[in-house]
C-alpha cells in the first residue's frame, strides 16, 4: 500500500531508469539520483540532497543483494515535488520477498539499512508493482527540519 498523497499545484518532476542488478548498478543508481538532485536545486552538502542520496543508496543496495532475480533489472524512480517540499524514491524489483528490517541491537551482520532509511525518511513502506515483485518508497523532506 502506498502512502496517500495531497494535491499539489505545482506538477511533480520526474526521473526514472531501470539498472543491472549488479552493484556497478547500484553505484550507478545514487551517482544518477545525486546529478538529479542538484538539477532539481538541491546540491551536494545540502541535507536535502545528502539525505536522499543516503536512501537511494541504502533501497538500491537491498534491490542488489536481497530482491536480485537472474536477468531482471531494478527501477529507480524519484519524483520532486516542489509544492509539497518532498522528493518520493521508488525502487522497485522483482523479487517477491518483503523487506524485513533488523533491531539496531541484533547480533546479526549487516540488515540495519532499512533502520537507517526509518531515521532518515519523513514516511516510507512498501507497495505491490505491475508484474512480480514490489516497490520500496520513502519520502524525505527537501526543506531544513525544524
Same mark, same amino acid.
Given at each position: 500500500?502506498s502512502a496517500?498523497r495531497t494535491?499539489?499545484?505545482?506538477?511533480?518532476?520526474?526521473f526514472?531508469?531501470r539498472?543491472?542488478?549488479?552493484?556497478?548498478g547500484?553505484?550507478?543508481a545514487?551517482l544518477?539520483a545525486?546529478?538529479?538532485?542538484?538539477e532539481?536545486g538541491?546540491?551536494?552538502?545540502?541535507e536535502?540532497?545528502?539525505?536522499? %542520496? +543516503?536512501?537511494v =543508496?541504502?533501497l538500491? $543496495?537491498?534491490? @542488489?543483494?536481497?530482491?536480485?532475480?537472474? /536477468?531482471?533489472d531494478?527501477?529507480?524512480?524519484?519524483s520532486?515535488?516542489?509544492?509539497?517540499?518532498?522528493?518520493?524514491?521508488?525502487?522497485?524489483?522483482t523479487?517477491?520477498?518483503l523487506?524485513?528490517r533488523?533491531a539496531?541491537?541484533?547480533?546479526e551482520?549487516g540488515g540495519?539499512?532499512? %533502520? +537507517?532509511?526509518? =531515521?532518515l525518511a519523513? $514516511?516510507?513502506g @512498501?507497495?505491490?508493482r505491475p508484474g512480480p /515483485?514490489?516497490?520500496?518508497?520513502?519520502?524525505?523532506?527537501t526543506?531544513?527540519?525544524?
Open positions: 500500500m496517500p494535491q499539489s499545484s505545482a506538477p511533480a518532476a520526474t526514472t531508469q539498472f543491472s542488478a549488479t552493484r556497478r547500484a553505484r550507478l545514487r544518477l545525486a546529478h538529479q538532485l542538484t532539481w538541491h546540491p551536494h552538502g545540502t536535502a540532497h545528502d539525505t536522499v %542520496v +543516503l536512501i =543508496a541504502e538500491a $543496495a537491498n534491490a @542488489v543483494l536481497h530482491g536480485r532475480v537472474p /536477468g531482471r531494478f527501477a529507480l524512480s524519484l520532486y515535488d516542489a509544492g509539497q517540499g518532498t522528493v518520493r524514491i521508488e525502487v522497485a524489483d523479487h517477491p520477498a523487506p524485513t533488523k539496531p541491537d541484533s547480533d551482520d540495519r539499512g532499512l %533502520v +537507517l532509511v526509518d =531515521a519523513t $514516511a516510507w @512498501v507497495c505491490d /515483485g514490489k516497490t520500496v518508497w520513502a519520502e524525505c523532506a526543506v531544513p527540519r525544524a
